[in-house]
């Protein structure tokens, strides 16, 4: 048997699967072909929590710069010591982005990723035991319209990425204006109630479609280990024209 029959044999017998990394295949290749197509330079990381989308973005090749946004005292620390030797990463001071200017108490979760401003709801908890909150932190609330044009520049192809736990909508209301210029965005699209409050993934996507945007593809997020339903997907949109 050749080499690559034994290896892809054993790596079977462990559990796991050897496959091409391809587009149809791979989320995070398909995001890099996107991100390519429409030359994409900048990217708004909203909700970095320690910078796991950033990491993940240098993994596969992206090379542009990087602004990340993340209110929990823990993981901007964390952060901070990711995106320390990157110098086309930048982190932003700690702050929660949204609708408004001011304070806002944001909830943190067990597994940390779950932390929303808004209350999670039992169907969060019942898919992921470590999702629950563990205490509070009264943070800064700034809006991406009001801090983000600073990491801008006149030839800027920038696409945003929210990450925020149900607080999307008020996200992309404190963002009217940033939102006109760019090229992509990328959020998450809860298909089932997780937070109390949130917009769910048919007026999200009516939304961004309104803005001017094109559904460019859908990526598996969380599901429910239970029973098979997936709760969210992440969603990635473009800006054709």
Same mark, same amino acid.
């Given at each position: 048997?050749?080499?690559?029959?034994?290896?892809?044999?054993?790596?079977?017998?462990?559990?796991?699967?050897?496959?091409?990394?391809?587009?149809?295949?791979?989320?995070?290749?398909?995001?890099?072909?996107?991100?390519?197509?429409?030359?994409?330079?900048?990217?708004?990381?909203?909700?970095?929590?320690?910078?796991?989308?950033?990491?993940?973005?240098?993994?596969?090749?992206?090379?542009?710069?990087?602004?990340?946004?993340?209110?929990?005292?823990?993981?901007?620390?964390?952060?901070?010591?990711?995106?320390?030797?990157?110098?086309?990463?930048?982190?932003?001071?700690?702050?929660?982005?949204?609708?408004?200017?001011?304070?806002?108490?944001?909830?943190?979760?067990?597994?940390?990723?779950?932390?929303?401003?808004?209350?999670?709801?039992?169907?969060?908890?019942?898919?992921?035991?470590?999702?629950?909150?563990?205490?509070?932190?009264?943070?800064?609330?700034?809006?991406?319209?009001?801090?983000?044009?600073?990491?801008?520049?006149?030839?800027?192809?920038?696409?945003?990425?929210?990450?925020?736990?149900?607080?999307?909508?008020?996200?992309?209301?404190?963002?009217?204006?940033?939102?006109?210029?760019?090229?992509?965005?990328? #959020?998450?699209?809860?298909?089932?109630?997780?937070?109390? !409050?949130? +917009? /769910?993934?048919? $007026?999200? =996507?009516?939304?961004? %479609?309104?803005?001017?945007?094109?559904?460019?593809? #859908?990526?598996?997020?969380?599901?429910?280990?239970?029973? !098979?339903? +997936? /709760?969210?997907? $992440?969603? =990635?949109?473009?800006? %054709?024209?």
């Amino acid at each position: 048997m050749p080499v690559k029959g034994i290896a892809k044999r054993i790596i079977n017998l462990s559990g796991f699967n050897l496959t091409r990394i391809a587009a149809n295949s791979n989320s995070s290749y398909q995001r890099m072909i996107a991100l390519n197509h429409f030359d994409v330079d900048l990217i708004f990381d909203v909700g970095a929590n320690a910078g796991q989308y950033a990491l993940e973005m240098r993994s596969i090749g992206y090379k542009g710069k990087i602004v990340s946004f993340e209110p929990l005292t823990d993981a901007h620390s964390r952060l901070l010591g990711n995106a320390s030797k990157d110098r086309l990463w930048d982190v932003h001071e700690r702050t929660a982005i949204g609708d408004k200017e001011g304070k806002v108490e944001i909830n943190s979760s067990q597994n940390s990723v779950s932390s929303s401003i808004l209350h999670m709801l039992e169907s969060h908890k019942e898919a992921a035991s470590t999702s629950g909150y563990i205490g509070k932190e009264t943070v800064d609330l700034n809006t991406l319209d009001s801090i983000g044009r600073k990491y801008i520049k006149p030839n800027s192809r920038y696409y945003i990425k929210i990450d925020t736990q149900g607080f999307e909508s008020q996200v992309l209301d404190g963002a009217k204006d940033i939102l006109r210029d760019a090229v992509g965005v990328q #959020l998450e699209l809860s298909l089932a109630p997780l937070y109390e !409050g949130q +917009t /769910l993934w048919r $007026d999200l =996507i009516d939304r961004l %479609e309104r803005e001017g945007f094109t559904l460019w593809a #859908l990526q598996q997020g969380f599901t429910n280990k239970e029973n !098979g339903r +997936t /709760l969210q997907t $992440d969603g =990635i949109f473009f800006r %054709e024209a």
